[in-house]
Structures are given as structure tokens and as C-alpha cells.
T-cell receptor
């Protein structure tokens, strides 16, 4: 069983829509949960990270962790064409080793 | 945020040659650097973890004699793909962990094409 699973998409939404991206993970011991955005042929850039459970908001982005369900989510409000990218979730015990999801490709249509 | 650079950004080489990729943390000291490999439309696969001044720790299935990693200083790690073959063609990405240990910063990646 993989440590983290992510629906690869692609996900296509109209501009302004609310986007929901999700991952599930296998081991409840994971404590750090990250979301990265990767544009084509570029390295990933960190969007948000969350420690343990709960929500974290940053502008149009909200990260949510449900440790009881081993489920993490990223919500994007008022999505823009510039949000079109691949979104990767990542989990870690201690920031020393990350396990990445396969990435969800998002396309926001103008 | 912290900046990590990689050089070169793209390299094309003939089969059998060796290629060196550099990863530098530009504005912070990185006690740990990580090397990933990413195939098209797939996620990042951790290849190895390197700590400054010590031998790298390789993930299962990664040939350490083929992918030589050197972490000579707190700001530089290199990955050398020895005797490269077409199946080594991939996108190689490094990341650097800060001394505070609470984040990883990714480089822009190096696209290797072996003919």
C-alpha cells in the first residue's frame, strides 16, 4: 500500500469555481501535511503546510487535515487560469522524508 | 522564501557518458539535501538523502554506484549519473532542508535526455 494516494485528474473547472483537491494516506503517525504546486517543467513550490489536524487558510487557499479519516484537502476559492498547474500533496513524519502523491492536474478555463 | 538553484536546467548527452547536476542553496545553509526523480505525469520519487559531510542514504532500488551523490558543503550537493543510458532520461529535482528542519525548498529541476 502506498503511503499517500491522490487522484491524478485531470480536473477542469471554469474560472471562479471552487476547487477541491484531496489525498488519503495510510499511516496515522504522519504529522506534517504539505501542498505543492508544480507548473510544467518546473520544480514544486510550497503552497501550504499543516501540522496535525485542522484548517489553515492563506488567501484563496485553505488546507484541511482530518487525521481521523486520514484525509487531506486543498480548497481553492475563486480559481484563476493562473492556478492551472499540477498540485501535489506530501506527507512527512518529521520533514526529513516526504512522501508525495501522484499529483492532480488542474485546468482553470477562462 | 529560500532559493535553491540547479545547474544545468537541461542537458542532452550520449549514452555511456556521465552527467553531473549541481544543487545549491543560495541564501541558507542546508544540512540535508534530497534528490528526486520525476517521470512524465508521475510524482516525485525520492532517490537519496544526503547530509553534509557524510555518505548519502539511498532509497531501495536506487543504484548508488550509478547515481553518485556528494554533499561537500552546506550549500552544495551534486548528483552524478554515471554511464547514462536512455532509461535514465528524466526530470531530476533536488530539495534542501534548512537547519531549522521545518521545511524543504525545491530547485527548479534538471531535465536529462540521454540519446
Amino acid at each position: 500500500q502506498k503511503e499517500v494516494e491522490q487522484d491524478p485528474g485531470p480536473l477542469s473547472v471554469p474560472e471562479g469555481a471552487i476547487v477541491s483537491l484531496n489525498c488519503t494516506y495510510s499511516n496515522s503517525a504522519f504529522q506534517y501535511f504539505m501542498w505543492y504546486r508544480q507548473y510544467s517543467r518546473k520544480g514544486p513550490e510550497l503552497l501550504m503546510y499543516t501540522y496535525s489536524s485542522g484548517n489553515k487558510e492563506d488567501g484563496r487557499f485553505t488546507a484541511q487535515v482530518d487525521k481521523s479519516s486520514k484525509y487531506i484537502s486543498l480548497f481553492i476559492r475563486d480559481s484563476q487560469p493562473s492556478d492551472s498547474a499540477t498540485y501535489l500533496c506530501a506527507i512527512s513524519w518529521n520533514f526529513n522524508k516526504f512522501y508525495f502523491g501522484s499529483g492532480t492536474k488542474l485546468n482553470v478555463k477562462p | 522564501g529560500a532559493v535553491v538553484s540547479q545547474h544545468p536546467s537541461r542537458v542532452i548527452c550520449k549514452s555511456g557518458t556521465s552527467v553531473k547536476i549541481e544543487c545549491r542553496s543560495l541564501d541558507f545553509q542546508a544540512t540535508t539535501m534530497f534528490w528526486y526523480r520525476q517521470f512524465p505525469k508521475q510524482s516525485l520519487m525520492l532517490m537519496a538523502t544526503s547530509n553534509e559531510g557524510s555518505k548519502a542514504t539511498y532509497e531501495q532500488g536506487v543504484e548508488k554506484d550509478k547515481f553518485l551523490i556528494n554533499h561537500a558543503s552546506l550549500t552544495l550537493s551534486t548528483l552524478t549519473v554515471t554511464s547514462a543510458h536512455p532509461e535514465d532520461s528524466s526530470f531530476y529535482i533536488c530539495s534542501a532542508g534548512s537547519t531549522q528542519g521545518n521545511e524543504q525548498f525545491f530547485g527548479p529541476g534538471t531535465r536529462l535526455t540521454v540519446l
